[in-house]
């Protein structure tokens, strides 16, 4: 998809963040799957049946999407043998089903564990505000857990994501993932762009380069 860093960094710059989720994230066939649509279509067909949810609603995140992570706090990291799959789920259906269990929890959350506990007041006050439920760390949770925590099992002996864990997200509908991902790029693009004074007193925008 990007033949380095800097065709990344030069696409991010140039295109809208909101737009840069349709050009890379939403249309293409993902990095993972290395051009080939027949065998991206399978795959999300295997997990969409497992999970019971429509193929075209399931896209790849992440540097599994990309071939660079697009997590603000790993620097660009590069795909590579230890990388997970992180993995969109658009279901309104599914997210209703977790909002509605993560409200009526209340009474009982406090005596969970100090990480779920933390998972469960990042959602109460950012993920469902922006339609997102982090499945990847509330998943066992859940009413659909079991089942879903079973497809993932499978899809990690399965080629291309054997010995991989797939970790899936859920969003309320299409315009959340996309808010959710253009978020990201919008706080890495202020880190790829300085103003660099010239002699005239002019301004020019220059890539500054991250470390994986």
């Not at 989720?21 to 249309?27: A, D, L, N, T």
């Not at 999970?51 to 697009?70: C, E, F």
């Not at 922006?130 to 993932?152: H, Q, R, V």
Request: charged residues 25%; glycine residues 4%; negative net charge.
């Amino acid at each position: 998809m990007f033949s380095d860093l800097s065709e990344l960094y030069t696409a991010m710059i140039e295109i809208e963040p909101r737009n840069f989720v349709s050009h890379f994230i939403f249309e293409p066939v993902p990095f993972l799957f290395d051009g080939i649509v027949s065998d991206w279509i399978e795959w999300k067909t295997v997990l969409a049946e497992n999970i019971d949810v429509d193929p075209r609603d399931i896209v790849l995140t992440g540097s599994a999407a990309l071939g660079y992570s697009l997590n603000p706090v790993k620097s660009f990291k590069s795909f590579d043998d230890n990388s997970d799959i992180d993995c969109g789920i658009i279901s309104p259906h599914y997210f209703d089903i977790s909002w509605r269990y993560l409200r009526q929890l209340r009474p009982s959350w406090l005596s969970l564990p100090s990480k779920t506990k933390f998972a469960i007041k990042c959602h109460r006050e950012r993920y469902i505000f922006s339609g997102t439920i982090a499945a990847d760390s509330i998943l066992e949770l859940l009413p659909f857990g079991k089942e879903w925590m079973s497809a993932l099992e499978r899809m990690s002996q399965i080629v291309p994501t054997n010995g991989r864990q797939v970790k899936l997200r859920i969003y309320k509908d299409f315009d959340s993932l996309r808010y959710y991902q253009a978020s990201n790029i919008s706080s890495l693009r202020q880190g790829l762009v300085a103003p660099v004074e010239e002699d005239s007193g002019d301004s020019e925008i220059s890539v500054i380069p991250t470390e994986e």
